[in-house]
């Protein structure tokens, strides 16, 4: 099973960019598929991205799309969120997610079609 650690939140002024990665542990990554959520206190989880195991099929939702990018490199055990010009409304805590079964593109948007959750990495956008 893959485990997940997220890294690259932090604090950032609005207009700004990051990069989040996701480093996975685990002989099967490269057939998993992967993505993102986010989620504030008192807040329903959100979609972010997703992508398919070999990055072929990538779902951004359309509030997100023009700004969010989402890739991977397998080689190296990694996902990407690469976020630019940041808003406040962006401030969330941001979940790498990973599809147990191998080599399925099955509703990414959907939080319950990921069985394994990373810890989170937190990312706040000032004005």
């Known amino acids: 099973q893959v485990q997940l650690v997220e890294s690259g939140g932090g604090l950032v002024q609005a207009g700004g960019s990051l990069t989040l990665s996701c480093a996975g542990s685990?002989?099967?990554?490269?057939?998993?598929?992967m993505g993102w959520f986010r989620q504030a206190p008192g807040k329903e989880r959100e979609f972010v991205a997703a992508?398919?195991?070999?990055?072929?099929?990538?779902n951004i939702p359309d509030s997100l799309k023009g700004r969010f990018t989402i890739s991977r490199d397998n080689a190296k055990n990694t996902v990407y969120l690469r976020m630019n010009s940041l808003k406040t409304d962006d401030t969330d805590l941001y979940y790498c997610?990973?599809?147990?079964?191998?080599?399925?593109?099955?509703?990414?948007?959907?939080?319950?079609?990921?069985?394994?959750w990373g810890q989170g990495t937190q990312v706040t956008v000032s004005s």
């Open positions: 997610v990973a599809r147990s079964r191998a080599l399925q593109w099955a509703q990414p948007t959907t939080p319950s079609s990921y069985e394994t």
């Open positions: 685990g002989r099967t990554f490269g057939t998993n598929m």
């Open positions: 992508i398919s195991w070999n990055g072929g099929l990538t």
